[in-house]
């Protein structure tokens, strides 16, 4: 099956910092990629979508400017963590899929704690 | 902050068992099904898929049933192995966009 790589897989980071997450499909090209968060034994939550080459859109409640989302090629797309802070510390997981009518593939997850 | 997203239900089995999960899909426009398992840690990995012009799917030890009647998806895994101990997750895909929506998942727990 496709691939999906994230990385990274763990980071520890200090309050106040920025953390980038970076997803890459490996062997076919992502026109939409999507950015999940888990907390401890709940399901996926969906935080954006985001298609190449232009603005990724955010589901309610969760802060654009928090979580900054870049999808530059049809192959990588970032998730960077702004002015980290304890309660952003998270399980956050991307997946890619090459269009409509196809699945998704995820990559294999970060684990973020900021201290 | 408070933990948020749903919390997963349990289903227990015996090892040597068959496993039956259970998801239901809203979209009744939805085409395109898939399973996914997620280990602790790890991202979830993709098990068996299924389109709406089929209600039943085989793979290695693990079967998909569609019932597009009742809009209702169900993964059963025979002969249950303590590896298979995981959280599953159905998605939907409908054919008006490009959104996997997942349900809430349920978590195996099989006992030696």
């Known amino acids: 099956g496709a691939v999906v790589s994230q990385h990274p897989s763990r980071v520890i980071c200090k309050s106040g910092t920025s953390v980038k997450i970076e997803c890459r499909s490996l062997?076919?090209?992502?026109?939409?990629m999507f950015w999940y968060r888990q907390f401890p034994k709940k399901s996926l939550m969906l935080m954006a979508t985001?298609?190449?080459?232009?603005?990724?859109?955010?589901e309610q409640g969760v802060e654009k400017d928090k979580f900054l989302i870049n999808h530059a090629s049809l192959t990588l797309s970032t998730l960077t963590v702004t002015s980290a802070h304890p309660e952003d510390s998270s399980f956050y997981i991307c997946?890619?899929?090459?269009?409509?009518?196809?699945?998704?593939?995820f990559g294999q997850g970060t684990r973020l704690t900021v201290v | 902050g408070e933990s948020v997203g749903l919390h997963l239900p349990t289903l227990s089995v015996q090892e040597g068992d068959n496993s039956i999960i259970n998801c239901a899909y809203s979209?009744?426009?939805?085409?395109?099904f898939i399973w996914y398992k997620q280990e602790s840690g790890k991202g979830p990995q993709f098990i068996i898929d299924i389109r709406s012009n089929m209600d039943k799917r085989q793979g290695q030890r693990v079967t998909v049933l569609l019932n597009k009647t009742v809009k209702h998806l169900s993964l059963q895994i025979a002969a249950t192995q303590p590896g298979d101990s995981a959280v599953y997750f159905c998605?939907?895909?409908?054919?008006?966009?490009?959104?996997?929506?997942f349900g809430g998942g349920t978590r195996l727990m099989v006992k030696p």
């Open positions: 998605a939907e895909n409908n054919n008006a966009g490009n959104m996997l929506t």
């Open positions: 062997d076919f090209q992502a026109t939409t």
């Open positions: 997946s890619a899929t090459q269009g409509r009518g196809s699945g998704a593939f």
């Open positions: 979209n009744s426009a939805s085409d395109y």
């Open positions: 985001s298609n190449e080459g232009s603005k990724a859109t955010y």
